[in-house]
């Protein structure tokens, strides 16, 4: 027997009608590409939405065909998300802050039909569009008086909205159409393609918004400090109509005081981002003495963010910091760190150490850890094994099928290595292949990353194994100092003892100007590893 319930498939489209119908005149504000303010609501967005959709139908776009954009966040890009998506086609979203050549590598392989882009990124689609003949036009997001002169034949993107009327009906669609695609931003060998449908998008922006979640409402103002191109800013576009929240756009200015200023203005209450983006915006409001009149939370994840950052976002600001973890082929959030109401009676020591992990599954998403031989390990927070996952917005396979099947019995391996608790708590320990295995056994690089980051002259810290003829691997700590800091490297070796076991101490200390990042944030240390391979450890 089945259920007398009506079967009405779950669509994007529907979250801008939504927030149309009940949030209407609640604003949409965009730091622009162009220079200055721009303010509509999601009653204007939904109608530009709609005229974007009619443009699109009339350049002969169809169901599942890729439109991509190269984009920062802003209301345009918005529009791009709802207009693409809803009339069946799909929203490809590229990093710009990828080598030309792994752009011209995704553009081609998603075979993108037409291309978006901000006026930032003209040289670089200046240089991918001879390769990328696949795209039948490339089209600047902006107005005709800033249209720049170019080699390519460009379309204006106001020209094609203005063309159109709103007069357009969403189609119905099979929730389980394809509706966006993002590419992993994997250190070795081609990215693949995470292909999102119509239902997992809107399964995981139901799953963000909950309590223990990101808490999200219409009484909040959202700033994703997290680009548009990076997991669809961790879905907040989506889940930010589903609630009619109001939305602040940061555009390119990701600088401590250009953030500053758009949270202080907007009165922005919610924000995310990685904990590089964090570090500059900490540095800013400690120099200038100032703090945060209405950020309430602020969602940290990309890469485990360090407990001093935790400390100083929640002690000296008063801002709440979700600790939370995801994947692009989880859509991509999985854990936020929230607290049961037993944690609240525990000690201030005991709630700090809980927060360092990364949280607990949210409704949607199953996991376990496994050893070697793909066993379970029991939940004790102690054991520390392959991380698995498992649910309905979890990748299947790639794009493409490239890389074959990645289940293994049916779970996602994340190639995180992590502990899980009797409560749920995840805490990635290390990725599988930044592990230090030193004389049969692990220690994780994230720990040491994370106690030397409460040096006070550290400004980044990253560890690596380095080849040792008795312990296999021994840990080498990588320092970039605080602008006018200065420090030992016998005083960061001491500064570990009686923060992390004696045997994890690193052997060595390397200061260097800079470290390298991926293109969202994350410490590459593929090239740290290689960079490093011929240093020789003392004693080794």
Aim: aromatic share 8%; hydrophobic share 40%.
């Amino acid at each position: 027997m089945h259920g007398l319930m009506m079967n009405l498939p779950l669509n994007i489209s529907a979250l801008i009608q939504h927030a149309d119908r009940c949030h209407g005149d609640t604003e949409i504000v965009s730091r622009t590409v162009e220079g200055g303010i721009h303010r509509y609501t999601y009653s204007d967005a939904h109608r530009r939405s709609r005229q974007l959709a009619n443009a699109l139908t009339a350049l002969g776009v169809k169901a599942s065909d890729r439109i991509g954009t190269l984009a920062w966040n802003g209301y345009r890009h918005l529009e791009i998300y709802f207009g693409s998506s809803g009339i069946g086609a799909v929203c490809h979203t590229v990093n710009p802050r990828l080598f030309p050549e792994q752009i011209t590598y995704i553009v081609n392989h998603a075979e993108d039909t037409f291309l978006f882009f901000d006026l930032t990124f003209l040289p670089l689609v200046e240089k991918l569009a001879p390769h990328c003949k696949g795209v039948r036009g490339w089209v600047a997001m902006t107005d005709r008086a800033h249209m720049p002169t170019s080699s390519l034949d460009l379309l204006c993107y106001e020209d094609l909205v203005n063309a159109h009327s709103d007069d357009f009906e969403w189609p119905v669609l099979d929730e389980n159409l394809a509706s966006s695609l993002c590419y992993t931003s994997g250190t070795t060998g081609n990215p693949k393609g995470v292909l999102y449908s119509h239902r997992s998008t809107i399964l995981h922006a139901y799953a963000a918004c909950l309590p223990d979640a990101l808490n999200l409402s219409a009484r909040d103002v959202v700033l994703p400090v997290v680009p548009m191109f990076h997991v669809n800013a961790w879905g907040l576009p989506y889940s930010a109509p589903l609630v009619g929240a109001k939305l602040v756009f940061p555009g390119a200015q990701l600088d401590g005081a250009s953030l500053v200023e758009l949270f202080e203005s907007e009165k922005v209450t919610c924000s995310a981002g990685v904990p590089t983006i964090w570090l500059g915006l900490l540095q800013h409001v400690k120099a200038k003495g100032i703090g945060f009149g209405t950020l309430k939370r602020t969602v940290i994840g990309g890469s485990a963010c360090p407990p001093a950052m935790i400390r100083t976002f929640e002690d000296e600001y008063g801002v709440q910091v979700l600790h939370a973890w995801g994947m692009t082929e989880l859509s991509p959030l999985g854990t936020v760190n929230t607290f049961k109401s037993r944690h609240l009676e525990w000690s201030e020591a005991e709630r700090h150490a809980l927060q360092n992990k990364q949280g607990r599954a949210i409704f949607g998403v199953e996991m376990k850890i496994v050893d070697d031989e793909g066993r379970e390990l029991p939940r004790d927070g102690k054991a520390f094994g392959d991380l698995l996952v498992r649910g309905p917005w979890i990748t299947r396979e790639y794009f493409r099928g490239e890389g074959g099947d990645p289940l293994a019995d049916g779970w996602f391996p994340t190639g995180d290595v992590a502990t899980l608790d009797q409560d749920g708590f995840m805490q990635i320990t290390d990725r599988s292949k930044d592990v230090i295995k030193s004389g049969g056994e692990w220690i994780s690089s994230i720990d040491l990353e994370n106690a030397a980051m409460a040096h006070p002259s550290v400004a980044e810290a990253a560890v690596i194994g380095i080849a040792h003829p008795k312990w296999d691997e021994r840990p080498l700590l990588l320092v970039r100092l605080k602008e006018g800091a200065a420090t030992t490297r016998e005083d960061m070796l001491k500064f570990f003892e009686g923060r992390v076991a004696k045997w994890w101490i690193p052997d060595d200390v390397v200061f260097v100007e800079n470290l390298p990042h991926t293109a969202t944030g994350k410490l590459l240390k593929t090239k740290l590893r290689e960079d490093f391979k011929a240093h020789k450890l003392p004693g080794a």
